[in-house]
């Protein structure tokens, strides 16, 4: 059987990100931000999340910033990093990942916790993290952590895109983050929704916009 359907990759992201922009309701966005939504979209195929989602006062000029310079994306999985465009990574930007070393796994058992939530403790040290990137796609585990050190004053990321999944942990972890008054920009969606897809999307968008 033949079936009928577009196949040029170029064309097909032309008619998505058309038929996004027809459907979603993007007006209550800036010109500036209006691109990041609609990959965010194109990620999960619901426009009507743009009902949900928060984005601070600063999040792009920040991501400008730090993407300028030698940085750290820290991610909670694999899979994160997996949907990041690398050649759109700068050479003095670097992706790190710490989920399956082992060190991580001892440390999640010593510790009673999530192997997601262990790694957050190895994302170097409070100076290290203020011109990074914090990419969550997965893990309210690792939302959680990365809070409880923020708050305990101990880290200080540059950055926060927090889209963990799921029905345990990920509308409370979320709620946590936007309740948060730590001065530190973040784009997350509130509710259960999140996923690798999606928070990838929001670094590629950054990354399209800035260094490419």
Known sequence: MIFDYIKNPEE?????????????????FSSDVQPL???????????????????????????????????NIFCDTYMVTQGIIKKNVPEFCEIKCFINEDKILEHSKNNHTTKAAAAVDFWNDGKDLQNSIIVIGNAPTALFRLLEKIYQGLIKP????????????????????????????FITLKGRLGGSAMASAVLNSLLIEFCT
Do not use: W
């Open 37 to 71: 939504v609609i990959r965010l979209i194109h990620a999960c195929g619901i426009t009507e999340i743009v009902h949900n989602l928060v984005l601070t006062d600063g999040f792009i000029e920040k991501a400008k910033s730090i993407l300028q310079k030698p940085c």
């Open 158 to 185: 540059g950055l926060i895109c927090a889209f963990p999944v799921g029905f345990v942990g990920a509308i409370e972890s979320k709620q946590a983050l936007i309740d948060m008054n730590a001065d530190i920009p």
């Open 12 to 28: 097909i992201y032309k008619k998505s990100f058309d038929i996004i922009t027809k459907e979603a309701c993007l007006d209550k």
